[in-house]
């Protein structure tokens, strides 16, 4: 059995709303989405004999990283149209 820890931080009520939506949009727990967005592997089941590495952490990551690309390309899309309306 390997030893853990908890890192708390604290978010705003519309922060944890943010992560909380993203994470069901991706249909993992909030804490996995997290993990993923630091570069952590995702935890899963908490019981070894439901984990299954099957390369799906791998397809989550780059999942995931492909949604945060899109976002922030739309973020900025966004960003220069208000910009160019003022």
Avoid at 16 to 28: H, I, M, N
Wanted: glycine share 4%.
């Amino acid at each position: 059995m390997m030893a853990s820890s908890s890192i708390t931080f604290r978010v705003d009520d519309s922060e944890r709303r943010e992560l909380v939506t993203r994470a069901e949009r991706d249909k993992v727990s909030l804490s996995d989405y997290i993990r993923v967005r630091l570069g952590l592997h995702a935890q899963g089941s908490e019981s070894d004999d439901e984990v299954q590495n099957d390369g799906q952490n791998e397809t989550l990551r780059e999942q995931l990283v492909d949604h945060e690309r899109r976002l922030r390309a739309l973020e900025d899309d966004h960003a220069r149209r208000r910009a160019g309306a003022s």
